[in-house]
């Protein structure tokens, strides 16, 4: 990409990846030059959203790497791995270097894609992990990418990029601040990222990592899994230390932004509708921190700084995005879960999904979901996407006390359907309408602003309709 001037708590929207050759030869899935057919209508039509990064665009040679997984698994399928796609210029156009993804007759895969694209990726689908360069970030904000259950009749998907790294965002607001940087130490500034089940591990190489003072920001990417506990700043020649009261627990695709003040100033695929995932706030606004340094650069003693809280999950109760099923059933009440959901791979983000799989023999609360030990939350909206079929819709219990409870049904959800959509309050659970998303992820949106939520007992239920069948996935239960 060109080089960054802002990066934002935003999404990429409306790339197009064609992920296959037009022709095959022989018997056997393999590799095909598609350059060299149907006039290189092969190709990946990208585009940027502006609030991504502010003023950015693709530029010449910017690649991603595009892997074929196994249905429902996270090995190679037919050694389709580290697939590069370039683009020549600014268009947003890639087209694959040497050869594309193709699938024949009843073949069934998974497929995952990153960027930026790195030719040391292998068949072990890990990449390596370096942010001790801050100078470009669009070189190293890590994305990926996955859709699944692609066939050789498939001729568009969807696929959505999550960040996986850590971003630290600073505000700078004083006078004379023409020489600033901020530095973290005591951080690994290298690791690896396994593509396949979504895992980020930390290095073992522990650096300082530096930044400078632009348009009035700062900003480092990081490598999740370790505690930042202090940044450093040098204010026109003069240090000076922020320590944390509670060091931060630095998570992927989260963003922790902190305010300071200085001084006292065919047979072609076709995956669509290809977007990054806002990054996730992860320290909530704790107000302006004063740095001890007057305008100068002097020593003013300056106010205690303003701690920050640490960050909280997003998750509506332990195991809701179903990474861990243990503590997704754990938390269930004492009629815990329907034998018929039942844990999967085929994921909306991460490697876990719930899949409803069967014919209910009446209206059923597949879980009831309770509310987690300590928990004081504010909830205003519950999010959670869907993907599949179903004979009936589905219906939504919020609960404010014992048996008290918001019923919010879904109704009827197609492959038309707008996402997010949003449902309110009903006066009762029913199941009219059906379900058949299209083979996409459909984000559903619960508006609860009007709703009290439970401080004990059970806080969210989700049932289905009797007598019909479902085939339908469920994933990334959160609140806001």
Same mark, same amino acid.
């Given at each position: ?96 270097? /040497? ?16 960027? %930026? ?23 190293? /904000? ?54 396949? @089940? /979504? ?68 047979? @072609? ?22 740095? %001890? ?15 920050? %809280? ?49 014919? %209910?023999?009446? &209206? ?13 939350? &504010? ?102």
């Amino acid at each position: 990409m060109k080089n960054v001037t802002k990066l934002a708590s935003t999404a990429m929207a409306g790339a197009l990846i064609l992920l296959s050759g037009c022709c095959r030869t022989g018997d056997k899935s393999g590799v095909v030059n598609p350059l060299d057919e149907r006039d290189g209508s092969f190709y990946i039509n990208a585009s940027i959203n502006p609030l991504r990064m502010a003023d950015d665009a693709w530029a010449g040679g910017d690649a991603l790497g595009v892997f074929a997984l196994e249905k429902g698994a996270n090995t190679l399928f037919g050694d389709f791995a580290n697939v590069k796609y370039t683009t020549p210029d600014v268009s947003g156009k890639f087209v694959a270097a /040497d050869g594309g993804i193709v699938l024949k007759g009843s073949e069934t895969a998974d497929i995952v894609a990153y960027y %930026p694209y790195n030719s040391a990726v292998g068949k072990d689908l890990v990449y390596p992990i370096n942010v001790a360069d801050q100078t470009d970030l669009s070189k190293i /904000d890590l994305l990926r990418g996955k859709t699944s259950n692609i066939t050789a009749e498939t001729k568009e998907a969807q696929m959505a990029f999550d960040h996986k790294l850590a971003l630290l965002n600073l505000t700078m607001t004083g006078n004379n601040l023409t020489n600033v940087t901020a530095s973290v130490d005591g951080l690994k500034t290298d690791g690896s990222y396994n593509i396949a @089940t /979504d895992e980020v591990t930390p290095g073992n190489t522990t650096g300082k990592t530096t930044a400078a003072l632009k348009d009035g920001m700062i900003r480092m990417i990081l490598v999740p899994g370790q505690e930042l506990k202090a940044i450093t700043f040098s204010i026109n020649g003069k240090e000076v230390t922020h320590t944390f009261d509670t060091p931060v627990a630095l998570q992927k695709g989260y963003k922790y932004s902190l305010k300071f003040e200085v001084g006292s100033a065919g047979e @072609t695929l076709k995956i669509s509708s290809t977007n990054i995932n806002p990054w996730t706030e992860g320290i909530t606004d704790g107000g302006t921190i004063t740095l %001890p340094l007057d305008e100068t650069g002097g020593e003013t003693g300056g106010e205690e700084p303003t701690p920050e %809280p640490t960050p909280t999950s997003k998750l509506l109760f332990p195991g809701s995005d179903f990474e861990d099923w243990d503590a997704f059933t754990a938390g269930l009440n004492n009629f815990g879960l329907k034998n018929y959901a039942v844990e999967s791979t085929d994921a909306h983000s991460g490697s876990a999904a719930m899949h409803i799989k069967g014919t %209910p023999a009446k &209206n059923d609360y597949v879980f009831t979901a309770t509310v987690p030990s300590g928990s004081t939350m &504010n909830v205003t909206k519950i999010r959670l996407f869907i993907k599949g079929t179903a004979g009936k819709s589905l219906s939504f219990n919020v609960y404010s006390g014992d048996k008290v409870y918001k019923a919010f049904n879904l109704g009827d959800v197609t492959a038309e359907t707008a996402s997010p959509y949003p449902i309110s309050v009903a006066t009762n659970n029913q199941y009219g309408g059906t379900i058949d998303t299209g083979g996409e992820w459909k984000e559903i949106v619960i508006d609860c602003s009007d709703a009290e939520i439970a401080t004990s007992g059970d806080l969210f239920a989700l049932k289905v309709g009797k007598e019909v069948a479902y085939d339908l996935l469920v994933d990334d239960i959160t609140f806001e």
